[in-house]
């Protein structure tokens, strides 16, 4: 590993916790769905909360293991072009997608800040059976998504660090 890697494996380690809360958000939404099944079809009872919470689960669910998965390269992607390009051509658009998805996290985590705060200054609520306040629901999206933007800086930053580092020569010369 070299020294320009030091910062991928720091923001890597700082993320390894998010994929344990995300699993654990996931299999409590997998609890909660069984269990309103159960009270609705063996005890004509169904709940009025599963559904909301596990709208709302899912905002988390989405945004806490995003850089986790990103650093681990395994979003979506359209191989069937990228697999045809030579290596200098994949890692070009590689740095090209990184960039873009750059500058759609700092867009998202702006725009998400001024509709979280927006939230927390009207004290708004939703407009279902829990009527829950919106802001600690719309935060996760500027602070997943400003996390997610760093994670996508640490991956140009290692990648333009590798690229001006002068080669190693080898045991030949």
Known sequence: MTDSEG????????????????????????????????????????TLWVLDINEYMLVYVTFIPAAWILLRDG???????????????????AFIGDLMGL????VLAWQGWLVAWDALRGGYQFSTALSMPQFPIFVIIPIGAAWLGLAFLVRLWTTASQRFQAPVPSDRE
């Open 75 to 93: 979003h979506v992607k359209v191989e069937l072009v990228v697999d045809r390009l030579t290596p200098r051509a994949r890692r070009i658009w």
């Open 103 to 106: 500058v759609y996290c700092v």
């Open 7 to 46: 910062p991928l494996r720091l923001f890597r380690r700082l993320n390894a916790p998010f994929s344990f809360v995300s699993a654990a958000l996931t299999a409590l939404m997998m609890l909660t769905v069984v269990y309103d099944v159960i009270a609705r079809v063996v005890f004509r009872a169904p």
